[in-house]
């Protein structure tokens, strides 16, 4: 949290100060992530969100579970994606 004096480091990136509520891991631990430095990243409260949605939801679906930008389910086998 330190690195960055406590700013979220994806505002800072955008030319905003945000105050970093959250220390998010880059590659999450449940996908094999290291808990070091260089594996996290300081962040606001909506980075976080966006973040977090990016990595375990529209990246890829985990057993069929993601969840699109929309807000809908990713897999193909989720009955609101089947033909009928
Ligand atoms: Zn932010």
Sequence with gaps: MARTGGLC???LDQGRT????????????A???E???????????????KETAR???LAEPILG???????????PAHPWNRSR
């Design 65 to 75: 579970r993601g969840i699109g930008e929309d807000g809908r389910p990713t897999s």
């Design 31 to 33: 996908r094999g992530g």
């Design 55 to 57: 990595q375990f939801g």
């Design 35 to 49: 808990d070091v430095d260089d594996n996290t990243e300081n962040l606001c409260g909506p980075c976080d969100t």
């Design 18 to 29: 945000e105050l970093a509520v959250i220390v998010n891991h880059k590659v999450p631990l």
């Design 9 to 11: 480091e994806h505002c």
